[in-house]
């Protein structure tokens, strides 16, 4: 019975896939399609956006843009790799940074974490990640901010009902630290041709938070 319950649950979330391809071309395409035979022939984005992998983030949505206007990495916790001249390695993220970046001229980066972060919770679920190597080892990027934050909850400077708002923003900076390491960046945005920004989405409240690098806190953007 149940996997009869899952087999229609999946046919019907296929459906619905189905369906929005459909819309898609009727809504969207059609009544804008000279909009799309121009855009398959370029891209020009504006803006680097980092962010989570998390299916409640939806990037275009709340920046309300077009495609083309974004050129988009996700992964788990909005992560960024440390800075390497070289490297033997696949690298997915820093691949992305640095064509966003050097070849596609991208005037903004925005590094955007948000509320109720499975990545971020993570980082205190050693038992849970037992069987998610990769995940465990990517989250690493993250350890300085739980060093931080459990240093925090030790001398009661924030309580264990705040630690998850407080790790999901700490990460945003620490990964925003990281970026700025990357040595193509650091230039430009010493002479003025790009913008760094930390974003906080609050999913619940639908709030973008930006981090304000004089104050040291994250302001809500109105």
Same mark, same amino acid.
């Given at each position: &019975?149940?996997?009869?319950?899952? *087999?229609? +649950?999946?046919? #019907? ?10 819309? /898609? ?11 799309? *035979? ?20 939806? $990037?275009? #949505? ?7 206007? =974004?050129?988009?990495?996700? !992964?788990?916790?909005?992560?960024? $790799?440390?800075? @390497? ?18 070849? &596609? ?17 993570? #980082? ?5 990640? +037992? !069987? #998610? $190597?990769?995940?465990?080892?990517? &989250?690493? =990027?993250?350890?300085?901010? +739980? @060093? ?22 700490? !990460? ?11 040595? %193509? ?11 760094? &920004?930390?974003?906080? %989405? ?6 973008? %938070? ?7 806190? /994250?302001?809500?953007? *109105?």
């Amino acid at each position: &019975m149940e996997l009869h319950d899952k *087999e229609r +649950k999946d046919s #019907l979330y296929y459906k619905r896939l189905y369906e929005g391809i459909k819309k /898609f071309q009727t809504n969207e395409f059609i009544p804008r399609q000279q909009f799309f *035979e121009d855009l398959g022939h370029k891209q020009n984005p504006h803006t680097l956006f980092i962010g989570c992998s998390d299916s409640r983030v939806v $990037p275009s #949505l709340i920046t309300q843009t077009f495609p083309g206007e =974004l050129f988009v990495v996700r !992964n788990i916790a909005n992560l960024i $790799p440390f800075y @390497k001249k070289h490297s033997d390695t696949y690298l997915a993220t820093t691949a992305a940074i640095e064509y966003a970046v050097n070849q &596609m001229n991208v005037s903004n980066i925005i590094v955007c974490g948000h509320s109720n972060c499975g990545g971020c919770a993570a #980082l205190y679920q050693d038992k849970e990640l +037992k !069987n #998610l $190597p990769h995940t465990r080892k990517w &989250m690493e =990027l993250a350890h300085p901010v +739980k @060093k931080i934050v459990e240093e925090k909850i030790a001398k009661n400077k924030i309580t264990l009902e705040q630690r998850s708002l407080i790790t999901e923003q700490l !990460n945003i900076v620490e990964q925003m630290g990281h970026l700025l390491k990357y040595s %193509y960046i650091k230039k430009r945005v010493k002479d003025g041709n790009i913008n760094v &920004m930390g974003w906080y %989405y609050n999913i619940e409240k639908g709030e973008i %938070y930006n981090y304000d690098e004089k104050l040291k806190r /994250f302001i809500r953007l *109105e």
